[in-house]
Nanobody, 124 residues
């Protein structure tokens, strides 16, 4: 069982930056693939980024590629999402997710554990 707690959301102007954190419980964090998803008001939840536990390889949604960076610190049981050049369309509740296994899946159903989310609002 893994418990996830996000932090770091807030209000920022377009063009600004935020860093989200997701702290995980448990002693085997490095064996989990970690991902970020987001859900904007009135829209479906969508994939943002994923990082493997084994070699920290990453994958990104096209909408955030080049602006967002996912990273992890296994010693701190934490995964991060550095968000730069933020746009109003990045406004959403961001949730981290975890799964055991290989690969870099971008499907919601592939993740067994979810945090409650942190809200990001980007003003124009």
């Amino acid at each position: 069982q893994v418990q996830l707690v996000e932090s770091g959301g807030g209000l920022v102007q377009a063009g600004g930056s935020l860093r989200l954190s997701c702290a995980a419980s448990g002693r085997t964090f490095s064996s989990y693939t970690m991902a970020w998803f987001r859900q904007a008001p009135g829209k479906e939840r969508e994939f943002v980024a994923v990082i493997a536990g084994s070699d920290s390889s990453t994958s990104y949604a096209d909408a955030v590629k080049g602006r967002f960076t996912i990273s992890r610190d296994n010693a701190k049981n934490t995964v991060y999402l550095q968000m730069n050049s933020l746009k109003p369309e990045d406004t959403a509740v961001y949730r981290c997710a975890a799964r055991r296994g290989y690969g870099l899946p971008d499907k919601i159903a592939m993740y067994a554990y979810w945090g409650q989310g942190t809200e990001v609002t980007v003003s124009s």
